[in-house]
């Protein structure tokens, strides 16, 4: 039962696409260091690989879904 589900838990993360630094800044128009300050301020959730940050590109649409502002 424990194997099994463990299972799920990998083939679920399988389908987790992961951007780097870089190609979020190009995605939200904005230079690596916000990108950076987003992710050390716990506003941009991001897992560490060695000394690199990867970003779950779900958790890019949210942030930006959220903080859209309606000037009108």
């Known amino acids: ?43 941009l959730p991001a897992v560490r690989v060695g000394k690199s940050f990867r970003v779950p590109e779900e958790a890019v649409h949210a942030y930006l879904e959220n903080a859209y502002y309606d000037a009108g």
């Open 1 to 43: 039962m424990l194997a099994q589900q463990k299972e799920t838990e990998y083939s679920g993360l399988a389908q987790v696409r992961f951007l780097t630094v870089a190609e979020v800044a190009v995605l939200m128009r904005v230079s690596k260091m916000t990108v950076y300050r987003l992710v050390h301020s716990g506003d």
